[in-house]
Protein backbone atom coordinates (compact mmCIF):
# COMPACT_ATOMS: atom_id res chain seq x y z
CA UNK A 1 0.00 0.00 0.00
CA UNK A 2 1.24 3.25 -0.69
CA UNK A 3 0.52 4.65 2.83
CA UNK A 4 -1.40 8.10 2.96
CA UNK A 5 -1.44 10.57 0.26
CA UNK A 6 -1.57 14.24 -0.31
CA UNK A 7 -1.48 16.54 -2.40
CA UNK A 8 0.16 19.26 -2.92
CA UNK A 9 2.87 19.17 -0.95
CA UNK A 10 3.92 22.59 -1.18
CA UNK A 11 1.66 25.40 -1.58
CA UNK A 12 2.51 28.64 -1.28
CA UNK A 13 -0.32 31.08 -2.33
CA UNK A 14 -1.38 34.90 -1.80
CA UNK A 15 -3.76 35.97 1.00
CA UNK A 16 -7.18 35.99 0.01
CA UNK A 17 -6.99 33.31 -2.24
CA UNK A 18 -8.91 29.77 -1.97
CA UNK A 19 -6.45 27.13 -1.16
CA UNK A 20 -7.62 23.64 -1.55
CA UNK A 21 -5.56 20.26 0.11
CA UNK A 22 -6.29 16.65 -1.16
CA UNK A 23 -5.83 13.51 0.91
CA UNK A 24 -5.88 9.68 0.06
CA UNK A 25 -6.56 7.42 2.87
CA UNK A 26 -5.32 4.07 3.02
CA UNK A 27 -7.54 1.69 1.24
CA UNK A 28 -10.03 -0.13 3.83
CA UNK A 29 -9.54 2.32 6.41
CA UNK A 30 -13.17 3.79 7.42
CA UNK A 31 -11.64 6.76 9.86
CA UNK A 32 -9.98 9.95 8.28
CA UNK A 33 -8.37 12.93 10.16
CA UNK A 34 -7.09 16.03 8.99
CA UNK A 35 -4.19 17.84 11.76
CA UNK A 36 -2.92 21.18 11.30
CA UNK A 37 0.86 21.64 12.63
CA UNK A 38 2.46 25.19 13.86
CA UNK A 39 5.82 25.57 16.05
CA UNK A 40 3.17 27.90 18.08
CA UNK A 41 0.20 25.07 18.82
CA UNK A 42 2.13 22.30 17.69
CA UNK A 43 -0.31 19.47 16.40
CA UNK A 44 -4.00 20.04 16.46
CA UNK A 45 -6.89 18.22 15.41
CA UNK A 46 -9.38 20.15 12.75
CA UNK A 47 -11.96 18.10 12.08
CA UNK A 48 -12.43 13.59 11.55
CA UNK A 49 -14.30 11.62 9.32
CA UNK A 50 -15.77 8.25 9.98
CA UNK A 51 -17.30 6.23 6.95
CA UNK A 52 -17.33 9.63 4.51
CA UNK A 53 -19.15 11.22 7.77
CA UNK A 54 -17.77 14.51 9.47
CA UNK A 55 -18.13 13.28 13.11
CA UNK A 56 -16.32 16.62 15.12
CA UNK A 57 -15.41 19.80 13.31
CA UNK A 58 -14.97 21.39 16.78
CA UNK A 59 -11.05 22.13 15.92
CA UNK A 60 -12.03 23.78 12.65
CA UNK A 61 -10.25 26.96 13.57
CA UNK A 62 -12.71 29.33 11.47
CA UNK A 63 -15.92 29.26 8.85
CA UNK A 64 -13.25 30.10 6.23
CA UNK A 65 -11.93 26.57 6.67
CA UNK A 66 -14.58 23.27 5.13
CA UNK A 67 -13.61 20.16 5.12
CA UNK A 68 -15.62 17.20 2.73
CA UNK A 69 -15.40 13.54 2.03
CA UNK A 70 -17.00 12.47 -0.88
CA UNK A 71 -16.26 9.23 -0.74
CA UNK A 72 -14.25 7.05 1.03
CA UNK A 73 -11.33 7.20 -1.17
CA UNK A 74 -10.77 10.95 -1.37
CA UNK A 75 -11.06 13.94 0.97
CA UNK A 76 -10.33 17.75 1.29
CA UNK A 77 -9.95 20.54 3.20
CA UNK A 78 -10.67 24.18 1.67
CA UNK A 79 -9.70 27.50 3.08
CA UNK A 80 -11.40 30.55 1.74
CA UNK A 81 -10.25 33.18 1.77
CA UNK A 82 -6.52 32.06 2.97
CA UNK A 83 -4.65 34.19 5.29
CA UNK A 84 -0.86 34.44 6.56
CA UNK A 85 -1.89 32.70 9.87
CA UNK A 86 -3.07 30.01 7.99
CA UNK A 87 0.36 29.06 7.04
CA UNK A 88 1.20 26.05 8.82
CA UNK A 89 1.71 22.24 7.56
CA UNK A 90 -1.66 20.13 7.25
CA UNK A 91 -1.49 16.53 7.89
CA UNK A 92 -3.85 13.92 6.95
CA UNK A 93 -3.99 10.80 8.67
CA UNK A 94 -6.43 7.36 7.87
CA UNK A 95 -7.21 4.32 10.50
CA UNK A 96 -9.35 1.33 10.40
CA UNK A 97 -11.91 1.91 13.42
CA UNK A 98 -9.70 2.68 16.95
CA UNK A 99 -6.54 0.69 15.27
CA UNK A 100 -3.33 2.93 14.81
CA UNK A 101 -3.20 5.97 12.57
CA UNK A 102 -1.66 6.45 9.92
CA UNK A 103 -0.07 9.82 8.82
CA UNK A 104 0.49 11.44 5.19
CA UNK A 105 3.84 13.13 4.51
CA UNK A 106 1.88 16.73 5.06
CA UNK A 107 1.33 19.81 2.74
CA UNK A 108 3.57 22.92 3.36
CA UNK A 109 1.36 26.20 3.05
CA UNK A 110 2.49 29.84 2.99
CA UNK A 111 0.01 32.19 2.91
CA UNK A 112 1.91 35.43 1.30
CA UNK B 1 -9.69 18.91 27.54
CA UNK B 2 -6.87 16.89 27.32
CA UNK B 3 -3.20 18.30 27.86
CA UNK B 4 0.23 16.43 27.12
CA UNK B 5 3.29 17.26 28.59
CA UNK B 6 6.57 16.13 27.28
CA UNK B 7 10.16 15.90 29.24
CA UNK B 8 12.39 16.69 28.14
CA UNK B 9 11.74 19.04 25.17
CA UNK B 10 15.50 18.08 24.08
CA UNK B 11 18.08 15.34 24.98
CA UNK B 12 21.77 15.15 23.27
CA UNK B 13 23.14 11.63 24.15
CA UNK B 14 26.11 9.89 22.57
CA UNK B 15 25.67 6.59 20.65
CA UNK B 16 24.58 3.71 22.56
CA UNK B 17 23.34 5.27 25.32
CA UNK B 18 20.02 3.65 26.63
CA UNK B 19 17.24 6.67 26.93
CA UNK B 20 13.75 6.92 28.32
CA UNK B 21 11.36 9.84 26.99
CA UNK B 22 8.46 10.88 29.34
CA UNK B 23 4.99 11.97 28.47
CA UNK B 24 2.33 12.95 31.10
CA UNK B 25 -1.58 13.66 30.26
CA UNK B 26 -4.25 14.91 32.11
CA UNK B 27 -7.18 12.47 31.72
CA UNK B 28 -6.72 9.10 32.64
CA UNK B 29 -9.87 8.13 30.04
CA UNK B 30 -8.07 7.16 27.25
CA UNK B 31 -8.75 4.08 24.61
CA UNK B 32 -4.99 3.97 23.87
CA UNK B 33 -1.87 6.19 23.86
CA UNK B 34 0.43 6.47 20.29
CA UNK B 35 3.99 7.20 20.32
CA UNK B 36 5.34 8.60 16.83
CA UNK B 37 8.70 10.17 15.62
CA UNK B 38 9.03 12.93 13.00
CA UNK B 39 12.08 13.93 10.84
CA UNK B 40 12.68 17.21 10.37
CA UNK B 41 9.85 18.51 7.70
CA UNK B 42 8.57 15.06 7.65
CA UNK B 43 5.32 13.63 8.34
CA UNK B 44 4.97 11.33 11.57
CA UNK B 45 6.13 7.58 11.34
CA UNK B 46 3.88 5.20 14.18
CA UNK B 47 6.33 3.65 16.20
CA UNK B 48 3.93 2.12 18.88
CA UNK B 49 0.87 1.58 19.65
CA UNK B 50 -0.40 0.56 23.15
CA UNK B 51 -3.86 -0.11 24.62
CA UNK B 52 -5.16 0.84 28.11
CA UNK B 53 -5.08 -2.37 29.11
CA UNK B 54 -2.01 -3.01 28.25
CA UNK B 55 1.03 -2.16 30.85
CA UNK B 56 3.84 -2.46 27.44
CA UNK B 57 4.42 -2.74 24.08
CA UNK B 58 7.90 -3.32 22.38
CA UNK B 59 9.01 -3.29 19.38
CA UNK B 60 13.14 -3.98 18.51
CA UNK B 61 14.82 -1.91 20.58
CA UNK B 62 11.62 0.27 21.34
CA UNK B 63 10.13 -0.40 24.78
CA UNK B 64 6.76 1.63 25.52
CA UNK B 65 4.42 1.32 28.95
CA UNK B 66 1.89 3.18 30.10
CA UNK B 67 0.64 3.51 33.42
CA UNK B 68 -2.80 4.65 32.89
CA UNK B 69 -4.16 5.39 36.42
CA UNK B 70 -0.88 8.06 36.74
CA UNK B 71 -1.33 9.75 33.50
CA UNK B 72 2.42 8.83 32.13
CA UNK B 73 3.91 6.87 29.54
CA UNK B 74 7.60 6.58 28.91
CA UNK B 75 9.50 5.37 25.75
CA UNK B 76 12.55 3.80 26.48
CA UNK B 77 15.35 3.18 23.66
CA UNK B 78 18.00 0.38 24.06
CA UNK B 79 21.53 1.61 22.47
CA UNK B 80 20.91 4.51 20.57
CA UNK B 81 21.74 5.02 16.85
CA UNK B 82 22.47 8.21 15.21
CA UNK B 83 19.43 7.35 13.19
CA UNK B 84 17.47 7.72 16.19
CA UNK B 85 17.39 11.39 16.30
CA UNK B 86 14.43 12.81 15.58
CA UNK B 87 11.61 14.33 17.27
CA UNK B 88 8.85 11.97 18.98
CA UNK B 89 5.35 12.72 19.78
CA UNK B 90 3.40 10.91 22.30
CA UNK B 91 -0.45 11.38 21.71
CA UNK B 92 -3.17 9.65 23.63
CA UNK B 93 -6.19 8.68 22.31
CA UNK B 94 -9.57 9.94 23.72
CA UNK B 95 -12.58 7.52 24.25
CA UNK B 96 -15.47 8.52 21.23
CA UNK B 97 -18.74 7.84 22.96
CA UNK B 98 -19.83 6.39 19.22
CA UNK B 99 -16.64 4.12 19.45
CA UNK B 100 -15.72 4.66 15.76
CA UNK B 101 -12.82 6.48 15.87
CA UNK B 102 -10.57 8.29 18.84
CA UNK B 103 -8.98 11.58 18.55
CA UNK B 104 -5.16 12.04 19.25
CA UNK B 105 -4.07 14.60 21.70
CA UNK B 106 -0.30 15.39 21.10
CA UNK B 107 2.38 16.78 23.25
CA UNK B 108 5.05 19.05 22.26
CA UNK B 109 7.62 16.29 21.81
CA UNK B 110 11.54 15.15 22.41
CA UNK B 111 13.61 16.34 20.35
CA UNK B 112 16.48 13.80 20.75
CA UNK B 113 19.71 14.34 19.08
CA UNK B 114 22.49 11.04 18.83
CA UNK B 115 25.73 12.23 18.84
CA UNK B 116 28.02 9.62 16.92
Known amino acids: DAGVIQSPRHEVTEMGQEVTLRCKPISGHNSLFWYRQTMMRGLELLIY????????DSGMPEDRFSAKMPNASFSTLKIQPSEPRDSAVYFC??????????FGPGTRLTVL | KQEVTQIPAALSVPEGENLVLNCSFT??????LQWFRQDPGKGLTSLLL?????REQTSGRLNASLDKSSGRSTLYIAASQPGDSATYLCAPAGVISSGSARQLTFGSGTQLTVLP
Open chain 1, 93 to 102: ASSFGVSEQF
Open chain 1, 49 to 56: FNNNVPID
Open chain 2, 50 to 54: IQSSQ
Open chain 2, 27 to 32: DSAIYN
